[in-house]
C-alpha cells in the first residue's frame, strides 16, 4: 500500500498561501462587503493600525518561512492568527458588521495553515529545514 503524503511534506505553495492571507488581511479593512460605520471613527485608525500590523506580520514569516525555514515562524504565525481573531474582541467592533467575520475567518486560516505546517516540520532535523524550498 502506498501512503498518502500530500500533508506530511511541508510544500513552498503552503508559504505562498500564507503570504496570500498576509495581503488579504491587510486589505480587510477596505472590502467592499463590510457595512459603513461599523467602527466609530476614532477607533477604527486603532482597528486599521492592528490589521496593518497583523498582516505585514502574518506576510513576513510566511516569507520568512519561504526562505529559511524555523519552527518558530509558525509557532509566531499562530499566535498572529489568534490575536486576528481576538481582536473584534479587544477593540469593541464584534456586536456587527463583516469586519468581525473577515477578521475571525483570515485568522482561523492563518491558525490551521500554520498548525499544519508545523505538524509537518515537527519531526524534522535543522538540515531538513534548511533545505526547504529546494
Request: aromatic letters at 14%; one cysteine or more; hydrophobic letters at 50%.
Amino acid at each position: 500500500m502506498s501512503e498518502f503524503r500530500f500533508f506530511k511534506t511541508h510544500r513552498t505553495w503552503e508559504d505562498w498561501c500564507g503570504m496570500l492571507l498576509g495581503l488579504l488581511i491587510v486589505l480587510s479593512p477596505w472590502f467592499p462587503t463590510q457595512a459603513s460605520h461599523e467602527v466609530i471613527e476614532a477607533e477604527r485608525s486603532f482597528v486599521i493600525l492592528n490589521t496593518l500590523t497583523i498582516g505585514i506580520l502574518i506576510f513576513g514569516l510566511a516569507q520568512l518561512e519561504y526562505v529559511a525555514l524555523q519552527r518558530w515562524e509558525e509557532v509566531a504565525a499562530i499566535l498572529a492568527g489568534l490575536w486576528l481573531i481576538a481582536s473584534p474582541y479587544m477593540f469593541g467592533y464584534s456586536g456587527e458588521g463583516m469586519l468581525r467575520f473577515w477578521h475571525s475567518s483570515l485568522g482561523g486560516l492563518v491558525v490551521l495553515l500554520a498548525a499544519l505546517q508545523l505538524w509537518q516540520d515537527w519531526g524534522q532535523s535543522d538540515q531538513d529545514l534548511a533545505r526547504h524550498g529546494q
